[in-house]
């Protein structure tokens, strides 16, 4: 059964950086690519990102970019989503999400599994 | 950048049909993905690629496409439906896009 489990809430000042991370279990962990989701209050879900876990690359969201790095550590089959210059309007439930693969091995254009989600919150 | 419109809130009866539009340029030529989120719970795929259902996602569940709308159509509506509704597209000018969602209520 597939688990990704997310880290903490966590409260940063403004200006600070947060880092998340999202643990895989039940896969193979390189075999599928990890995206990153965001849900501000009261907001939609936003894309932010998403990881080649098999590769390391990376490709952010342009309202991201620049703000936003996105890495895994293949030994401990996690992903990390590190945000920085932290803002009030940053304060958002952070997700991880699993992307779908094709049976020809492509990845799909859409969620099959996601994290229960972290909250960040950063005060005005 | 692509927009995805879908309707605020929608409201319905036990046992009833509640039908949630999705409208954007381009849908027609991609894929619709919808999502069920209940709070404090993670997004829960229940339609991929416009009508598809994942193992373990009722029958009750069902999603179209017509020109540049998208719709998810949950029957036999149950209490435990009860929850915000996103649709979401890939487009490779805006890569994932999200709807703007719809809050289903249970009466």
């Known amino acids: 059964q597939v688990h990704l489990v997310q880290s903490g809430a966590e409260v940063k000042k403004p200006g600070a950086s947060v880092k998340v991370s999202c643990e895989a279990s039940g896969y193979t962990f390189t075999s599928y690519a990890l995206h990153w989701v965001r849900q501000a209050p009261g907001q939609r879900l936003e894309w932010m990102g998403w990881?080649?876990?098999?590769?390391?690359?990376?490709k952010y969201s342009q309202n991201f970019q620049g703000r936003v790095i996105i890495t895994r550590d293949t030994s401990a089959s996690t992903a990390y989503m590190e945000l920085s210059s932290l803002r009030s309007v940053d304060t958002a439930v952070y997700y991880c999400a699993r992307a779908a693969k094709g049976s020809s091995g492509y990845f799909l254009y859409y969620f099959d599994n996601w994290g229960q989600g972290t909250l960040v919150t950063v005060p005005s | 950048s692509f927009v995805l419109t879908q309707p605020p809130s929608v409201s319905v009866a036990p046992g009833k049909t509640a039908r949630i539009s999705c409208g954007g340029d381009?849908?027609?030529?991609?894929?619709v993905h919808w999502y069920q989120h209940k709070p404090g719970q993670a997004p829960l795929l229940v339609i991929y690629y416009d009508s598809d259902r994942p193992s373990g996602i009722p029958e009750r569940f069902s999603g179209s496409k017509s020109g540049n709308t998208a719709t998810l159509t949950i029957s036999r509506v149950e209490a435990g439906d009860e929850a915000d509704y996103y649709c979401?597209?890939?487009?490779?000018?805006?890569?994932?896009?999200f709807g703007t969602g719809t809050k289903v209520t249970v009466l």
């Open positions: 990881i080649n876990t098999g590769t390391g690359n990376a």
């Open positions: 381009k849908i027609a030529e991609t894929g």
């Open positions: 979401q597209v890939w487009d490779p000018s805006s890569d994932h896009v």
